[in-house]
Structure formats: C-alpha cells, structure tokens
C-alpha cells in the first residue's frame, strides 16, 4: 500500500489537482494524507492581536473545519473509502511543511496542483511546487490548472542521459507500469552535448539495449537547435499524458541550465508533471 501526501489550500487549482490525486490513488491503491498548513500574517505594531497565542488557535480551528470539510468532497469525489484519507493541519512555511511532512509520513509520493508563476517576481522567487520540487526526496506530481484529468496513458520521460539513466527509466516504469501506460524516453540533442557524440551513442544504445524486451518503452534521440522547443514540438506531435523529469545535484553550469528547462515546464505546460531524483 503506498501513501499519498495532498497539500491544499482549499482553492480551485488545489480542488482540481485533488481529482488527478484521487485517481492516482486508485490506480495504485494508496492512502491519501490531506495536508494544509497555516501560518501567522505579518502585523504592523498597530494590528498585532490582543492574545497572539488565540489568534493562532483560531487560525488552526479554522484550517481544521476546512480541511474536514475538504476531505468529505474528496472522498465523494474520488470513491475512496474514508479509512485510507487522513487529515493533518501544520504551522509554519509552506514549503518547508510540505518536504518535511512527507519525510515524516514516508510518502511515496507528493500530488500537488500548481497554476505556475503568475507574474515575474514569481518567476524570479519560485513557486511553492518548484520549492518543495527542490526539496523533497520522494517523486512530486504537479498538476497544472488548466491539464485534464484522465488516466496516464503515455509518459514521456526528457532524459538528459547524465548518471544513471537505465535507474531513471526504471523510477518512471514504476509509475507507468501500473498504469498500464506506455513509455517513450526521449533525448534531446541541441549540438552542445558536454559528452560528445560517441558517448552519447553508447548511453542510446545501452538504454535500448537494456529495454529492448520490454514493448512499453520506446528511446529515441533527437538533434535540435534548442532544447525546450525541441522537447515542446515532441510533446506535440507525441501528445503525452504525463512529462516526466528528472533532477540531480551537478555542476553549477548544468544545474542552472536544467532548472531553465524544468523551471520552463512547471510554468507553461498543461500536462501532469512526474518530478523525481535520480
């Protein structure tokens, strides 16, 4: 049995994200832990309440009668039986909560909604999705506001072909396995390749090789001029259900250079997002 770890702040895009969390819990016959968080506005010496200590117990009764009010649309919603939805209300930042609830709960996975960064002091800061993207150590599901939700029948999975790939492919099949989906892993080549050519060849190969028996997976290399356009013309013709992708510590160049990519897709794409560490 695996657990679900759902973060809501009770707005259309968590409510939305929830339906994609539900289904997911289905297919993989999970527990779903509801999580909100709730923290302390910022007063000015002139509004800072009488009892600060009741202000905050009357914020976290609040957040306690909407998330059980949440948690019964969501077990009408997604036809799970109540005893496998738990709730819990935390204090604090929300992004910090979220990674640390997670470890604390063992979650096998994070389902989370996002609507991207809305302007650009978001884009420059960071969403709470990119946050807890950075942080936490199990996979995170980011389910865009506008994506459908429908059973994942297509992955596709962007691999970089750095570290271990053949491991990558594997984490993705983990989830699209069970799905019954299929898997197409594809690289994109924009003519700066740090491994060169020939490297890169025997990376291709190998992960065909080691995959060649399995007829849910399909690895292609393809050149471009440029990566994100190379990847968003694929998701085109293609027309996955589910963009995976993968992040790791590297080199300051290369770990600037792949959160221009993922950062690019957690802000404009309409499809799920499947984030996890290699």
Same mark, same amino acid.
């Given at each position: 049995?695996?657990?679900?770890?759902?973060?809501?702040?009770?707005?259309?895009?968590?409510?939305?994200?929830?339906?994609?969390?539900?289904l997911?819990?289905?297919?993989?016959?999970?527990?779903? +832990?509801?999580?909100?968080?709730?923290? /302390?506005?910022?007063?000015?010496?002139? #509004?800072?309440?009488?009892? !600060?200590?009741?202000?905050?117990?009357?914020m976290?009764?609040?957040?306690? !009668?909407?998330?059980?009010?949440?948690?019964? $649309?969501?077990?009408?919603?997604?036809?799970?039986?109540?005893?496998r939805?738990? #709730?819990?209300?935390?204090?604090?930042? &929300?992004?910090?909560?979220?990674?640390? %609830?997670?470890?604390?709960?063992?979650?096998? /996975?994070? @389902?989370?909604?996002?609507?991207?960064?809305?302007?650009?002091?978001?884009k420059?800061i960071?969403? %709470?999705?990119?946050? @807890?993207?950075?942080?936490?150590?199990?996979?995170?599901?980011?389910?865009?506001?506008?994506?459908? !939700? %429908?059973?994942? #029948?297509?992955?596709?999975?962007?691999?970089?072909?750095?570290?271990? *790939? &053949?491991?990558?492919?594997?984490?993705? /099949?983990?989830?699209?396995?069970?799905?019954?989906?299929?898997?197409? +892993?594809?690289?994109? =080549? =924009?003519?700066?390749?740090?491994?060169?050519?020939?490297?890169?060849?025997? $990376?291709?190969? =190998?992960?065909?090789?080691?995959?060649?028996?399995? =007829?849910?997976?399909? @690895?292609?290399?393809?050149?471009?001029?440029? !990566?994100?356009?190379?990847? #968003? %013309?694929?998701?085109?013709?293609? $027309?996955?259900? &589910?963009?995976?992708?993968?992040?790791? *510590?590297?080199?300051?160049?290369? $770990?600037?250079?792949?959160?221009?990519?993922?950062?690019?897709?957690?802000y404009?794409?309409?499809?799920? /997002?499947?984030?996890?560490?290699k």
């Open positions: 049995m695996k657990t679900i770890l759902f973060p809501t702040d009770f707005s259309e895009n968590a409510t939305h994200a929830s339906d994609y969390a539900g997911l819990a289905q297919k993989f016959n999970a527990n779903v +832990v509801l999580l909100t968080i709730y923290s /302390m506005p910022i007063f000015t010496d002139y #509004q800072i309440p009488y009892d !600060i200590q009741d202000f905050s117990s009357e976290k009764a609040a957040s306690e !009668i909407n998330l059980k009010r949440f948690a019964l $649309k969501f077990i009408e919603t997604s036809n799970l039986p109540h005893e939805i738990s #709730q819990r209300v935390e204090y604090g930042f &929300v992004s910090d909560v979220i990674t640390e %609830t997670a470890k604390d709960i063992n979650a096998d /996975m994070i @389902v989370m909604g996002t609507k991207g960064a809305s302007n650009l002091f978001e420059w960071g969403t %709470t999705a990119q946050a @807890v993207m950075k942080n936490a150590e199990c996979p995170i599901w980011i389910i865009p506001q506008k994506t459908k !939700i %429908t059973y994942p #029948q297509k992955f596709l999975y962007a691999a970089d072909l750095q570290e271990d *790939e &053949v491991s990558a492919t594997q984490k993705v /099949m983990e989830f699209a396995t069970p799905l019954q989906a299929l898997c197409k +892993v594809v690289h994109i =080549d =924009d003519y700066f390749e740090i491994n060169g050519n020939q490297e890169l060849k025997e $990376k291709i190969s =190998d992960l065909k090789e080691k995959f060649k028996d399995d =007829d849910n997976i399909f @690895v292609r290399n393809i050149r471009r001029d440029d !990566i994100i356009e190379g990847l #968003q %013309t694929y998701i085109k013709s293609y $027309k996955p259900d &589910v963009l995976a992708l993968a992040v790791h *510590e590297k080199s300051l160049f290369s $770990k600037i250079f792949e959160q221009s990519i993922t950062n690019h897709f957690v404009e794409a309409n499809l799920p /997002m499947l984030i996890f560490r």
